[in-house]
T-cell receptor, first 115, second 114 residues
């Protein structure tokens, strides 16, 4: 059972366009939602993260939009560049009384930005 | 700082063989974890540790053992390799297990079990 559902599986965007990746979750106890970026042959690296007390967080060209009532969050990449071509993973975790860093990952989105 | 290092980068095993994947971090991080990455399935947590001497199971612990004798090292042992364990394995660490914070991932080990 996939606790964090991610779509689309792959995405092709033209340079300068907007890339949008969506995630949905069921567990209302999740309270931390990071996005990780992974280049081929490398480990994932934190891109941006949000907590449910805000509806949007922006860092440069990357924005997370969060809809608590719908249990959905999304990553928007503005002015997409070929260097953004990578696999993107959404994730979620909760404060469960034990270790709080047990991330549940989505299945990933392979983004290709065409020049 | 080297960050999170993993060895080996690639490994081929035969069914039934055992091996240890090494992971080390030089950031004095409390929390360390092992994930496996499979196509279409994202990353799944195998085991994690909140400090030296303390380990616990994640989502997919069967067939794997871990120990944490020092803060720096967190090896993952495959007891009797099976083809289903063919995957890319990532070790990660973060400074605290009590506060959600950035996890730093190693470069991964690509394991093939024949």
């Amino acid at each position: 059972q996939q606790q964090v559902k991610q779509s689309p599986q792959s995405l092709i965007v033209q340079k300068g366009g907007i890339s949008i990746i969506n995630c949905a979750y069921e567990n209302t106890a999740f309270d931390y939602f990071p996005w990780y970026q992974q280049f081929p042959g490398k480990g994932p690296a934190l891109l941006i993260a949000i907590r449910p007390d805000v509806s949007e967080k922006k860092e440069g060209r990357f924005t997370i939009s969060f809809n608590k009532s719908a249990k959905q969050f999304s990553l928007h990449i503005m002015d997409s560049q070929p260097g953004d071509s990578a696999t993107y993973f959404c994730a979620a975790s909760e404060v469960d009384g034990g270790a709080t860093n047990k991330l549940i990952f989505g299945t990933g989105t392979l983004l290709a930005v065409q020049p | 700082n080297a960050g999170v290092t993993q060895t080996p980068k690639f490994q081929v095993l035969k069914t039934g063989q055992s091996m240890t994947l090494q992971c080390a971090q030089d950031m004095n991080h409390e929390y360390m974890s092992w994930y496996r990455q499979d196509p279409g399935m994202g990353l799944r947590l195998i085991h994690y540790s909140v400090g030296a001497g303390i380990t616990d199971q994640g989502e997919v612990p069967n067939g794997y053992n871990v120990s944490r004798s020092t803060t720096e090292d967190f090896p993952l042992r495959l007891l009797s390799a099976a083809p289903s364990q063919t995957s890319v394995y990532f070790c990660a660490s973060s400074y605290s297990w009590t506060v959600q914070n950035e996890q730093f991932f190693g470069p991964g080990t690509r394991l093939t079990v024949l």
